[in-house]
């Protein structure tokens, strides 16, 4: 399965924030994530992701707070705000619009 980058580029802040409703995450765990429901055909960059987090969080769409995990590294988890909540829903209605549109632009139905 191929998948264009540009279709999904301007839906990265969609994508990050269905993956926080699910519970509040980290940069790894959510492109695991991603990457797993896609069968490995898309993940994020790094640095594609942490830009995201970092403007979802500017506006007020996500919070942050660093984990206490135990040993070794601190990690840095992401939850989705309410304001983040009322994003997604609209991005989801606007992406079904979007794909609606499209379907009917680019469907193939033979005219009887």
Sequence with gaps: MAISADILRGHTDAIILAQLVAGDSYGYEINKHVTERTGGAYGFKEATLYTAFKRLEQNGLITSYWG???PGARRRYYA???AGMAKLAAER????ETKGV???LISWKEEP
Excluded: I, R
């Excluded at 209605?93 to 079904?96: D, K, R, T, V």
């Design 68 to 70: 206490e995990d135990g």
């Design 80 to 82: 989705v705000t309410q």
């Design 93 to 96: 209605q606007e992406w079904n």
């Design 102 to 104: 499209l379907d009917a």
